[in-house]
């Protein structure tokens, strides 16, 4: 389909942010009016943002404004040629939400029913058995040797053999992809203090499953085994797979109409316009720097989708980190002031030198120093540390915001997952990146939270060798 001046207008003003799609959406469904000061109520948003993201659907032809200021009241009123285009985007944002409502619902109706076969194990043994071997969800239960104890009909499927044949067996006897991924999911809760997890693995048969793993202790309080609940997610990858390839012809078809609105902007600046006013001219530059910003962001959105490490080619040089720590947290010192947040900046008094690629490091840190502004709380601090160890550099984001609950640590880095606590704006990528780029260059990255405590974000790089300094 051809970029009409309406699609592009649509993409340019509905689509490029959450707030203006929760609007449109509110609007569209409730076929209601509100004030600013209203929609900023129901949409836990301030003012301004609710103003400002208002106006813009106004100037899109979307919403009707009758006032002014914070007293002025918008409706839905979407101009006749933008009314299919509407009613296809409303479809999309209600298909994903109900397929997301969906999965909660599901996790959250597994781990009720992980939780009541549990007690079952404990006071009844055999109407546990009973009622494990007519559910449809993958059960098993394992001692701590790696042994099984049980087993339901649609767990022994995942190895290829009937539940008879299988209990009393070690999983090292068992040639099956979901076998050695298991024993260490059990090695871990071994250990004290026997943590629960819950895990997705990817089998080496192509297949993913997700496993939420217990551990189950006897009267005496002595661990004595785990169990399991599994569930096959091979259809759930294959249609975020499908998704992300409908965000990539998207993100690609974004990239033409920047690049003819950035040519524009430089022409007017180069004079191929003819003569025009220094107010014109500082419009232009602000059209020029912000479609290089989009575009820039499209990129990134495209190479997390596609890319198997998400991260370009690396152009690596020599640089000292706490350069460029000082000049991204300079940037921000003015959204810091903004919130009354206190930023401390506490560098190594000697150089930390790095071999990397700086463009995508400085992209690092300002996705952690983004987010530690974005969620942290008014009046809160942060801190920012670099220092060096025997062989890497260290780099130290903490805030004090909302936190991480603990069970969705070993998540935060998955590609288009947000945390619970998480609100506002988001896609859910920015902390992929910050993974992808730190292992590209053979480092590591690592968090710890508390809720309403904030978070802190540990980043480690390989230390370079100073460089050679030569006398003339």
Not at 287 to 306: G, K, L, P
Request: charged share 20%; hydrophobic share 45%; net charge neutral.
């Amino acid at each position: 389909m051809p970029l009409t001046p309406e699609i592009r207008t649509f993409l340019r003003e509905v689509l490029d942010t959450p707030l203006k799609q929760e609007l449109l959406v509110f609007f569209a469904t409730n076929q209601g009016m509100d004030t600013v000061r209203g929609l900023s109520v129901w949409l836990g948003r301030t003012v301004a943002e609710v103003q400002a993201a208002a106006e813009a659907l106004v100037q899109a032809g979307l919403l009707r404004r009758q006032g002014d200021d914070e007293q002025a009241v918008y409706s839905y009123h979407p101009a006749p040629e933008l009314v299919g285009l509407v009613e296809a985007f409303l479809h999309l944002y209600q298909s994903a939400r109900n397929q997301l409502l969906q999965e909660l619902e599901q996790a959250r109706q597994q781990a009720q029913s992980a939780w009541e076969q549990l007690r079952a194990l404990q006071w009844e043994q055999s109407r546990f058995r009973l009622v494990l071997s007519s559910m449809t969800d993958s059960v098993i239960v394992l001692l701590p040797d790696g042994s099984i104890s049980y087993l339901n009909e649609a767990c022994a499927r995942w190895f290829g053999d009937r539940p008879n044949n299988l209990v009393g067996k070690s999983l090292s006897e068992i040639e099956a992809p979901l076998a050695p991924v298991l024993l260490q999911g059990i090695a871990e809760i071994t250990r004290p203090p026997h943590p629960a997890i819950a895990r997705e693995w990817s089998l080496s048969d192509g297949a993913t499953v997700r496993a939420n793993l217990m551990p189950v202790f006897n009267g005496q309080k002595q661990f004595v085994g785990v169990v399991g609940i599994l569930m096959d997610a091979t259809p759930i990858r294959r249609r975020e797979k499908e998704q992300q390839e409908i965000l990539t012809v998207l993100a690609h078809d974004l990239k033409s109409p920047l690049t003819a609105i950035r040519g524009f902007a430089l022409s007017g600046l180069r004079g191929f316009l003819g003569q025009i006013s220094p107010n014109a001219q500082r419009a232009f530059q602000i059209i020029a720097e912000q479609s290089d910003r989009i575009h820039a962001m499209v990129q990134q959105m495209v190479q997390v989708m596609t890319d198997v490490h998400g991260v370009p080619t690396l152009r690596p040089i020599r640089f000292d980190l706490r350069e460029c720590v000082q000049n991204i947290a300079s940037v921000y010192e003015g959204q810091c002031a903004e919130r009354n947040l206190t930023l401390s900046v506490v560098l190594n008094e000697q150089p930390v030198w790095v071999h990397a690629d700086r463009e995508l490091v400085e992209r690092v840190i300002a996705n952690l120093m983004s987010n530690a502004i974005k969620y942290n709380r008014q009046g809160g601090a942060i801190r920012v540390r670099v220092y060096p160890t025997d062989s890497q550099a260290v780099l130290e984001v903490e805030d004090t915001g909302v936190g991480i609950p603990p069970s969705e640590l070993p998540f935060i880095f998955r590609r288009f997952y947000r945390a619970s606590t998480a609100s506002g704006e988001g896609s859910g990528v920015g902390l992929s990146f910050v993974r992808q780029v730190v292992e590209a260059h053979g480092g590591h990255v690592e968090a710890t939270s508390s809720v309403g405590q904030g978070s802190l974000f540990r980043i480690a790089l390989p230390l370079a060798a100073e460089p050679v300094r030569i006398r003339r």
